[in-house]
């Protein structure tokens, strides 16, 4: 399928969004991660067969949309109120539509949230290397108990100042491990020829990135516990901090509860209970100074905990399927396409064969 751009005007912001398929076909609602936009979906699309309705927005402060800023203390409630308003927005699906969801990385969370708070909306869940339902960081046990009173070590203060800066000056180079190409070459993926043809799309989608305090990274805040730093109110990595995100009790109660299939590489770095984006497995090996240790500061179990909420879900009426694909990384949708429109086409109901 080939996607063709439209704008709305939803939830007081102007959204730029891509749109395949008739729209009466089966309705899908893509949603991407952070440092991204919905240009992370274009590989994935061309493989979808024509009987699907895709939209696939920007989130605000990504690709095209309007940089709004991002509220932290809502969690990522603002991201999925906007996604929320396109639902019934003019043109994009039949009235009373509800579309399988599918979120990758911090759109995984965004799922998460509009899951919980429209259960009427949503027909299931695919979840692409999700966020643990406990925020990003900063907790330490299935349960999601805290590290810290104050989450330090998490939201925007974790943010690397080289990487930021390099994002903000639109930088396409390779002489640094923080330029964004490298960054997509070694953390988006496990192995960068997956990203094939489509690198430089990808990376004017990772360059799309609005910088700043409302934005990415946000705002940061003193801590009197290692590293020094905790999340502060305004901007994307402290909406994902467990300051802000923590849904998994709410996910776990939601009434109406559809398929949910979780979608993983067991190479990821970025999501994963040895993530080299988590400041605790970091000092861990040594790699920031000063950390307290296991006992007072271990690394988050992000996919334990996202088993872990997982099973309450399923014990509770619901059902989820794990699907882990060896040797990769963060983006399966770009570096095991055949198996992730599989999952996607089982999951919406639609045979394999079309």
């Known amino acids: 399928m080939e996607t063709a751009q439209h704008t709305r005007t939803a939830n007081g912001i102007v959204q730029r969004l891509r749109v395949a398929g008739p729209p009466d076909g089966v309705p899908v609602l893509f949603i991407h991660g952070n440092c991204s936009s919905s240009a992370f979906w274009e590989p994935l699309v061309r493989r979808l067969p024509p009987t699907l309705r895709v939209v696939a927005p ?129 953390a988006y993926v496990a192995d960068p020829a997956s990203l094939g043809e489509d690198e430089e799309l990808l990376l004017d989608s990772v360059l799309s990135t609005a910088t700043g305090d409302d934005n990415y990274p946000g705002t940061a805040a003193g801590s009197p516990h290692w590293p020094g730093t905790a999340p502060g109110g305004r901007g994307v990595l402290n909406a994902l901090a467990p300051t802000h995100f923590r849904i998994a009790d709410e996910l776990v109660s939601v009434a109406a509860k559809p398929p949910v299939t979780w979608v993983r590489g067991d190479a990821d770095v970025i999501v994963s209970d040895t993530s080299l984006f988590d400041l605790a497995y970091l000092g861990s090996l040594g790699a920031v ?25 399923a014990a509770a009426g619901g059902t989820y399927r794990e699907v882990v694909l060896p040797g990769c990384g963060h983006s399966p949708h770009l570096e095991r396409p055949v198996e992730f429109v599989a999952e996607l086409l089982a999951l919406a109901g639609v045979p394999a064969t079309v």
């Open 58 to 186: 920007d989130l605000r402060g990504y690709g095209d949309t309007e940089i709004a800023p991002v509220d932290a203390t809502r969690g990522l409630r603002d991201f999925a109120d906007d996604v929320a308003a396109l639902l019934d927005a003019p043109g994009l699906f039949p009235a009373g539509a509800r579309p399988v969801v599918v979120g990758h990385s911090l759109g995984g969370g965004v799922a998460m949230r509009l899951l919980v708070d429209r259960p009427d909306r949503v027909a299931g869940l695919l979840l692409e290397a999700p966020v643990s339902p406990y925020g990003f960081g900063g907790t330490r046990d299935l349960d999601g108990t805290p590290t810290t009173p104050d989450f330090a070590g998490t939201g925007a203060g974790t943010a690397n100042a080289d990487f930021v800066a390099r994002l903000a000056a639109g930088d396409r180079g390779t002489d640094g491990p923080t330029s964004p190409r490298n960054v997509l070459r070694t």
């Open 289 to 313: 100074p000063g950390w307290p240790g296991a006992a007072d500061c271990p690394p988050q179990p992000m996919v334990g905990q996202t088993r872990a909420v997982l099973e309450r879900y």
